[in-house]
């Protein structure tokens, strides 16, 4: 009867055992139980849970290159805009070499012994040429010479910088060259005037310009220069008005550099913006000795080296400046996406390596702690038939035990 009460004890001992392990779902749940794998499961699971807090961080860096990504596509598509635009200010009218005319023609008078025949007439064009130079196009042998003294003049004054730095030029009948009849292009495809043989002075503005008074800040020739220049008559003035169709142009183009700096300065995520210079910093496992810096650009208009346009663009050189410098910063916004694609790759590709580690780690941990359930409960369900047998065992022992009493 003692037998049967121990064999009972000991068999709800085991059932508690299992019971606890079909509860919990492990069967080591305390050192107790098995010290060595109790521990290395604890270091294996601690450090799962140390990549797991990393692995977040590693969300949010990649959610900030995101951002610095969609900025540079956007500001790309923004220099683009600002870049046609150039273009479409390109194809207005433009008044080509110089940024205001000034040109005096009142009272020319018409030399008494010409050198050259009414019949035979010059055609002058006054421009720049490899540099500020003043040539003669289309100028007949016989008025070659007469020319020569007077353009030589003029373009020594132009050489040595003392007709510069001004924003209109003058020009003169040229008393040297004894001209019947003069004809001269002031501005290629801007302005035009003619010397008849008669001496009247007539002067044409093409399309998209016209012709006004004189206002201040504006360049007149006086007789020194004149005369310097080999150039001879009395002095009125003439001067071509800003192309307005440029000037609203290059406002279009300002408003484009604001709205990038504005992107710029709005593509930062939890209060890191890789377009404004911050450096990201993302770890990659837990001791900190693995990781990357994403180094920040500046993105804005000044970064991009985009420069507003020069005198609301008034002359070609001045549009193409600005057409260079939106297609070398296109260039640098390709490299920027280019390296920030990279790095979301590099930190993507650790993200999927520290999800596989962490399963790792906990897989080994579980295979170390956690039970079999179907063992388990067959356990259970054998210690159960087991306890059953133990207390009909108990109880027959007792029966015969009180048997025995009775014989007395």
């Excluded at 890191?272 to 810096?293: A, C, G, H, K, Y």
């Excluded at 994403?294 to 970064?303: H, I, L, N, P, Y």
């Excluded at 193409?320 to 296109?330: D, F, G, L, Q, V």
Aim: hydrophobic content about 40%; cysteine-free.
């Amino acid at each position: 009867m003692r037998t049967n009460l121990l064999s009972l004890q000991n068999t709800q001992s085991l059932m508690d055992t299992t019971q606890e392990r079909l509860s919990t779902g492990l069967k080591v749940n305390s050192a107790i139980d098995n010290a060595s794998s109790y521990y290395t499961a604890q270091s294996l699971n601690n450090r799962a849970s140390d990549l797991s807090a990393l692995l977040d961080s590693m969300g949010q860096g990649i959610q900030t290159i995101q951002a610095a990504n969609e900025g540079i596509e956007a500001i790309t598509e923004f220099v683009e805009q600002a870049k046609a635009i150039a273009n479409s200010a390109r194809d207005a009218a433009s008044k080509t070499d110089v940024k205001t005319l000034n040109a005096k023609f009142s009272d020319l008078k018409t030399p008494q012994t010409p050198k050259t025949s009414a019949a035979t007439a010059l055609t002058l064009e006054i421009k720049k040429v490899n540099g500020d130079k003043v040539e003669a196009l289309g100028s007949s042998d016989e008025h070659d010479k007469a020319v020569t003294v007077a353009l030589a003049k003029l373009n020594a004054k132009l050489a040595t910088g003392e007709l510069g730095d001004k924003d209109a030029s003058t020009f003169k009948a040229a008393a040297d060259a004894a001209m019947k009849e003069f004809t001269g292009t002031v501005l290629e495809d801007v302005m035009e005037f003619s010397i008849s043989a008669d001496g009247k002075v007539s002067l044409t503005a093409k399309a998209g310009y016209q012709i006004a008074a004189k206002g201040a800040g504006e360049f007149a020739g006086q007789g020194d220069k004149a005369a310097d220049t080999g150039l001879a008559g009395d002095t009125a003035t003439s001067t071509v008005n800003v192309n307005t169709d440029r000037q609203k142009y290059a406002e279009q183009f300002n408003e484009i550099m604001r709205q990038i700096d504005k992107l710029a300065k709005d593509s930062g995520y939890k209060g890191i913006n890789l377009l404004q210079m911050n450096t990201l910093t993302v770890i990659f496992n837990e001791d900190r000795s693995s990781q990357i810096e994403v180094k920040g650009v500046d993105a804005s208009s000044t970064g991009l080296k985009i420069s507003n346009p020069v005198d609301s663009w008034q002359t070609d050189e001045d549009i193409n400046k600005s057409i260079t410098e939106a297609e070398n910063a296109i260039s640098e916004l390709r490299i920027m996406a280019s390296d920030y694609g990279n790095y979301y790759s590099i930190v993507q590709n650790r993200q999927d390596f520290t999800k596989n580690l962490i399963n790792v780690l906990t897989e080994g941990a579980d295979n170390l702690t956690l039970a079999d359930m179907n063992e388990e409960s067959a356990n259970m369900l054998a210690l159960q038939t087991r306890q059953q047998l133990a207390i009909n065992s108990l109880s027959l022992a007792s029966q015969a035990a009180q048997g025995v009493l009775q014989l007395f």
